[in-house]
């Protein structure tokens, strides 16, 4: 499956933004999708990732009560609905994905579970 994100821009702090990563390819539903973040000079974050059929999602800390992650499978689109941005939150978005077609849903935030990945979308939250 390929991935193209799309939503990011520049924003003022404490407002929202909504990304979206459009998938092309079959079988989407058996893909688990997460959503990534990585500034210039750190390590790559996980913020959250949905399961195949969006039974189960995860939120990391940072972004917890913040971020929503939903899916429509029958659009092969999966969105990060982000809110109260703060300037810290200022990264590259990638989606990324990998395939799962067992019955029971899966969760992995772990970056090396991931194949596939968007080329990133850029976030900007001034002061």
């Known amino acids: 499956v390929q991935l193209v994100e799309s939503g990011g821009g520049l924003l003022q702090s404490g407002g929202s933004l909504r990304l979206s990563c459009a998938a092309s390819g079959d079988a989407f539903e058996d893909y688990v999708v997460g959503w990534f973040r990585q500034a210039p000079g750190k390590e790559r974050e996980g913020v959250s990732c949905?399961?195949?059929?969006?039974?189960?999602?995860y939120y990391s800390d940072a972004v917890k009560g913040l971020f929503t992650v939903r899916r429509d499978n029958s659009k092969n689109l999966v969105s990060l609905q982000m809110n109260n941005l703060k300037p810290e939150d200022t990264d590259v978005y990638s989606c990324?994905?990998?395939?799962?077609?067992?019955?029971?849903?899966?969760?992995?935030?772990?970056?090396?579970?991931?194949?596939?990945w968007g080329q990133g979308t850029q976030v900007t939250v001034s002061s």
């Open positions: 949905i399961s195949q059929r969006g039974e189960n999602t």
């Open positions: 990324a994905s990998y395939f799962d077609a067992a019955p029971s849903p899966s969760l992995s935030i772990l970056e090396a579970d991931y194949d596939s």
